[in-house]
């Protein structure tokens, strides 16, 4: 599931050349997640490493990430108590 959600995000990446002649690159729907590189590959992969610390970052912080391609990570909220809740 992970790698269809990473996949899929960058199926929407944004590429375009600067005028300094290095690529920059975003995911529109993943906030803050961009990167650059001398050449169009690097660009890609500094992206997909970006993308995948923004992902596990955002998991393990319980943000609210983007659905995308219908692949949803979010957790569903829960409605039974904490296991740590004393019983009365």
Known sequence: MLTD?????LR????????NGKFFARVPSCRGV??????????REELQSTLEDWLL??????HK????????????ASTREPAYAKAH
């Open 65 to 76: 990430l983007p659905v995308i391609n219908g692949i949803n990570l979010n957790r569903k």
């Open 5 to 9: 959600y990473i996949e899929a995000a």
């Open 12 to 19: 929407q990446a944004k590429y375009e050349l600067m005028e």
């Open 34 to 43: 961009w990167a650059e590189g001398d050449s169009l590959e690097e660009c």
């Open 57 to 62: 970052l955002g998991l393990q912080l319980g």
